[in-house]
T-cell receptor
Framework: AQTVTQSQPEMSVQEAETVTLSCTYD???????LFWYKQPPSRQMILVIR??????QNATENRFSVNFQKAAKSFSLKISDSQLGDAAMYFC???????????FGAGTILRVKS | GAGVSQSPSNKVTEKGKDVELRCDPI?????LYWYRQRLGQGLEFLIY????????KSGLPSDRFSAERTGESVSTLTIQRTQQEDSAVYLC????????????FGPGTRLLVL
């Protein structure tokens, strides 16, 4: 079975600075998808960024980018120019290419200091 | 368009009572998923629907949990004889089809069993 590990229970960043959230996963599959979701106190899970394993190029969405290292099974999220609104719980998730369910890590709480 | 909606937003019940949680997916989304999030933890997959059939029920924790879906619309998750360990946030997600599509989440139902 696939597993997702987020080793940082909590991170802090100064407003306007850059922070990187770590995620590693374990799988024997070669084709899959990786996601970062944000969950603010409202509980609404919001998709931040998505990466297809067959793509070598790292995904980017505005201030959010990933460092996808397939051989190392690592998928970190970099948030540039951090804003107060970025404060939330961030979840890394995995899904098999032919599968349905998402497998989530335990999450990282991100605090943004003004 | 409208996102995934869930009701009730919060539910407090007494141990041993039955509860029903409702999910309205995004219109046109054929796949629907239920997840459970215990306090301070990541999401656990419960069940997924493709149309009104449930090919994967592997995450349902016991036979007290069941779910149904009417066509490609609303789904109901039922927990019978609730226990205190059932207390959690129950999140629903939907996507256009099984493979490749991103899952969009509702705001969840927070269930507290006293």
């Amino acid at each position: 079975a696939q597993t997702v590990t987020q080793s940082q229970p909590e991170m802090s960043v100064q407003e306007a600075e850059t922070v990187t959230l770590s995620c590693t996963y374990d799988t024997s599959e070669s084709d899959y998808y990786l996601f970062w979701y944000k969950q603010p106190p409202s509980r609404q899970m919001i998709l931040v960024i998505r990466q297809e394993a067959y793509k070598q190029q790292n995904a980017t969405e505005n201030r959010f980018s990933v460092n996808f290292q397939k051989a190392a099974k690592s998928f970190s999220l970099k948030i540039s120019d951090s804003q107060l609104g970025d404060a939330a719980m961030y979840f890394c998730a995995y899904r098999s290419a032919g599968g349905n369910k998402l497998v989530f890590g335990a999450g990282t709480i991100l605090r943004v200091k003004s | 368009g409208a996102g995934v909606s869930q009701s009730p937003s919060n539910k407090v019940t007494e141990k041993g009572k039955d509860v029903e949680l409702r999910c309205d997916p995004i219109s046109g989304h054929t796949a629907l998923y239920w997840y459970r999030q215990r306090l301070g933890q990541g999401l656990e997959f419960l069940i997924y629907f493709q149309g009104n059939s449930a090919p994967d029920k592997s995450g349902l924790p016991s036979d007290r949990f069941s779910a149904e879906r009417t066509g490609e619309s609303v789904s109901t998750l039922t927990i019978q004889r609730t226990q205190q360990e059932d207390s959690a946030v129950y999140l629903c997600a939907s996507s256009r089809r099984l493979a490749k599509e991103t899952q969009y989440f509702g705001p969840g139902t927070r269930l507290l069993v006293l």
